[in-house]
């Protein structure tokens, strides 16, 4: 049980395009999902929380306007990354979360390469 | 701020040695620590997960400790493999929040 799927695994496009990822938790309710970027040789780093049907709140450095979440279900959040540019290449992770102070499930991450 | 700090950055090892990772963290006010493996370019597989009363945790070859008043985990694993070869990634939950902060990790490369 407790399986979050992350669509796509991979995606290569040109710089100046949009990009979204896909979150879902399949059989389970996520009240919260979280997302995570990871630059080679560097931590996970949480970039913002989201909850079920309201905004999501952004970490620090990550600017909302370019990064833009919607968890619109219980079931989906989507990050997509606005006008991408060869600096937002990196692995995108999220993770699921049924309740508050329950585990965070994660998927299996996101290669994003921006050409 | 909480910061987790994993070393060695990288470790190679031949095949059948026990080895042992060691993570720390600067604030004791955990709610758990978690143990992750990831392999390149995939997602986190969870390996161990110690809460804050625990000491210790155990499946199959793998021992993970928490000595939470010194703020410091090690992750043991015993008869390594090439198998075991990947970064293994260390993680606290701060008490109150459920923000997980992870460490850099450790790549483990097992020699054949």
């Known amino acids: 049980g407790a399986v979050v799927s992350q669509h796509p695994s991979r995606v290569i496009c040109k710089s100046g395009t949009s990009v979204k990822i896909e979150c879902r938790s399949l059989d389970f309710q996520a009240t919260t999902m979280f997302w995570y970027r990871q630059f080679p040789k560097q931590s996970l780093m949480l970039m913002a929380t989201s909850n079920e049907g309201s905004k999501a709140t952004y970490e620090q450095g990550v600017e909302k306007d370019k990064f833009l979440i919607n968890h619109a279900s219980l079931t989906l959040s989507t990050l997509t990354v606005t006008s991408a540019h060869p600096e937002d290449s990196s692995f995108y992770i999220c993770s699921a979360q049924s309740g508050v102070g329950q585990p965070q499930h994660f998927g299996d991450g996101t290669r994003l390469s921006i050409l | 701020k909480q910061e987790v700090t994993q070393i060695p950055a990288a470790l190679s090892v031949p095949e059948g040695e026990n080895l042992v990772l060691n993570c720390s963290f600067t604030d004791s006010a955990i709610y758990n620590l978690q143990w992750f493996r990831q392999d390149p370019g995939k997602g986190l597989t969870s390996l161990l997960l110690i809460q804050s009363s625990q000491r210790e945790q155990t499946s199959g070859r793998l021992n993970a400790s928490l000595d939470k008043s010194s703020g410091r985990s090690t992750l043991y694993i015993a008869a390594s493999q090439p198998g075991d070869s990947a970064t293994y990634l260390c993680?606290?939950?701060?008490?109150?929040?459920?923000?997980?902060?992870f460490g850099k990790g450790t790549r483990l490369h097992i020699l054949p």
């Open positions: 993680a606290v939950r701060p008490i109150r929040d459920d923000k997980i902060i």
